[in-house]
C-alpha cells in the first residue's frame, strides 16, 4: 500500500478491492476455483494470519514479489484477536492485500478461508472476543461511517473472487483445509472446477463450506481425495497449532501463521513434492527479515 493511501477515504477503498476482484478472476491458470500454478518459479505458503501485521509484514518481505516468477500465497486473513474500541479492523488486512494483488497479477493468491466464507454469508463466528462478523462491520461502520456498506459491498465481491484451492504442477495442494473425513459422503471433490454457487458457501452441505472448516482427517480419506484430484499432498492451514506447523498423516502438512511461531512454507515450483522434504523447508516467521511495509 502506498504512503499516500487514504485509508478513511471509502471511494480509494472501494476501487483498489473492485480492481483486485477483478484480478483474482483473471488469475493466469485459474479454472473455476482453482488456481494452477506454472511449472517453475517459487511460492512462499503462509497460514492463517488472522491479522497479524508484523508476521504480515514479515511475509510480503521475504516473499520477494519484485521477482517475476515468485508467488505468494496467504490465507485465513481477517478477524484477529485485537480490537480497536471494540471493534474489529482487520478489513485493512484485506486491503493491504488487495493492493498486493494490483500490483503483483497472477502472483499474490489470497485462499478463502472459513472466516473470510462466514464474513461473506453473515454467519457467526468467533475469535473468542465476541461475533467476529458483527465486530468486522463495526470497524467499518467507525471507519467510513454512512458509507460502510458500500465498503462492505466491496469487500463481498473481493471475498467471492478468492480461490478455494491453488495447485503446483508437481501435485502440492493448497487449501484452507480439508472436509472432515465423517462428511465426506457429503463433499463433492468436483466443486474446484466451478464457479462456486451461494449454496457451495453455506453449511451444512456446501462445498466451500465443507472445504473450509474440517479439521478431522484420516488417511483412507486423504487417498480418496488426492485420488479424485490427482494430486500428491495438501498443505492446509486451519487446524491449531502451538508451535507454527504440524504434520497432519503422510500427506498432509498443516501451517499457523497468526501467533509470535508461526511458520511458512516456501515451495519450489520445479520440485516433486515429498512431506518429508516439506517439513524440512518450514521457516518460522521470526527468522524472516523484518521490514515495515508502507501503509
Not at 122 to 135: D, P, W
Not at 167 to 175: L, M, N, P
Not at 205 to 232: K, N, P
Not at 245 to 269: E, F, I, K, T
Request: glycine content about 10%; some cysteine; hydrophobic content about 40%.
Amino acid at each position: 500500500m502506498s504512503t499516500g493511501f487514504d485509508w478513511s477515504n471509502a471511494d480509494a477503498v472501494i476501487d483498489v478491492l473492485c480492481r483486485a476482484s477483478a484480478t483474482l478472476r483473471s488469475t493466469p491458470g485459474r479454472s473455476g476455483c482453482t488456481v494452477h500454478l506454472p511449472e517453475r518459479g517459487t511460492l512462499l505458503i503462509a497460514g492463517d494470519l488472522h491479522d497479524h501485521l508484523p508476521n504480515y509484514q514479515r511475509i510480503i518481505a521475504a516473499a520477494g514479489l519484485d521477482e517475476p516468477d515468485h508467488h505468494l500465497l496467504l490465507q485465513e486473513l481477517i478477524h484477529g484477536p485485537t480490537l480497536l474500541h471494540g471493534c474489529d479492523m482487520s478489513w485493512r488486512m484485506l486491503v493491504r492485500t488487495a493492493q498486493l494483488v494490483n500490483s503483483h497479477p497472477g502472483r499474490v493468491h489470497p485462499l478463502l478461508g472459513n472466516h473470510e466464507n462466514s464474513q461473506l454469508t453473515g454467519v457467526g463466528v468467533t475469535k473468542g472476543g465476541g461475533n467476529s462478523v458483527e465486530l468486522f462491520e463495526d470497524g467499518l461502520a467507525m471507519s467510513f461511517g454512512e458509507s460502510w456498506e458500500q465498503v462492505g459491498v466491496a469487500i463481498d465481491g473481493f471475498l467471492r473472487s478468492m480461490p478455494l484451492v491453488v495447485r503446483t504442477e508437481s501435485g502440492v495442494q493448497c487449501s484452507h483445509s480439508l472436509p472432515d473425513a465423517v462428511l465426506m459422503n457429503r463433499f463433492d471433490p468436483g466443486v474446484l472446477d466451478r464457479q462456486l454457487e451461494e449454496a457451495d458457501r453455506c453449511g451444512p452441505d456446501g462445498g466451500a463450506y465443507l472445504l473450509t472448516w474440517g479439521r478431522r482427517f484420516t488417511d483412507a480419506q486423504i487417498d480418496e481425495l488426492r485420488a479424485a484430484w490427482g494430486v500428491s499432498c495438501f498443505v492446509i492451514g486451519h487446524v491449531q497449532i502451538d508451535r507454527g506447523v504440524r504434520r497432519m498423516g503422510p500427506h498432509v502438512l498443516a501451517l499457523a501463521s497468526d501467533q509470535d511461531a508461526g511458520a511458512v512454507l516456501p515451495l519450489d515450483l520445479s520440485c516433486p513434492p515429498d512431506v518429508d522434504a516439506l517439513m524440512s523447508s518450514v521457516r518460522p516467521i521470526q527468522t524472516l527479515p523484518a521490514r515495515e511495509i508502507a501503509g
